[in-house]
Nanobody
């Protein structure tokens, strides 16, 4: 699949953003999906993930309780609702897809999230 992330922007601390990831190609439902984020000079970190089929969600401790990941297999989309944003959430956010059988991964181009204090 090919992925396209959107929804980033500039927001004040305490605000909310909803990131979206649109997938093109077939078999979206057979991919585990995830959001990662990266700041310059640091590694790309997992923010949240959602599995194929059971839609089991995982959240990094840094965002747990403030963030909700979801997917719509009928629309080939995944979303990340982020509330209570903090300046430390500032990063480029990437969506990721990993096929449950082949383990092949796809990455979308990132979307910038900037949280001002």
């Amino acid at each position: 699949v090919q992925l396209q992330a959107s929804g980033g922007g500039l927001v004040q601390a305490g605000g909310s953003l909803r990131l979206s990831c649109a997938a093109s190609g077939s078999g979206f439902s057979l991919y585990d999906m995830a959001w990662y984020r990266q700041v310059p000079g640091k590694q790309r970190d997992l923010v949240a993930s959602i599995t194929s089929g059971t839609n089991t969600a995982y959240y990094a401790s840094t965002v747990k309780g403030r963030t909700t990941i979801s997917r719509d297999d009928a629309k080939n989309t995944m979303s990340l609702q982020m509330n209570g944003l903090k300046p430390e959430d500032t990063a480029v956010y990437f969506c990721n897809a990993r096929h449950i059988l082949t383990r092949r991964e796809s990455w979308g181009r990132g979307t910038q999230v900037t949280v001002s204090s």
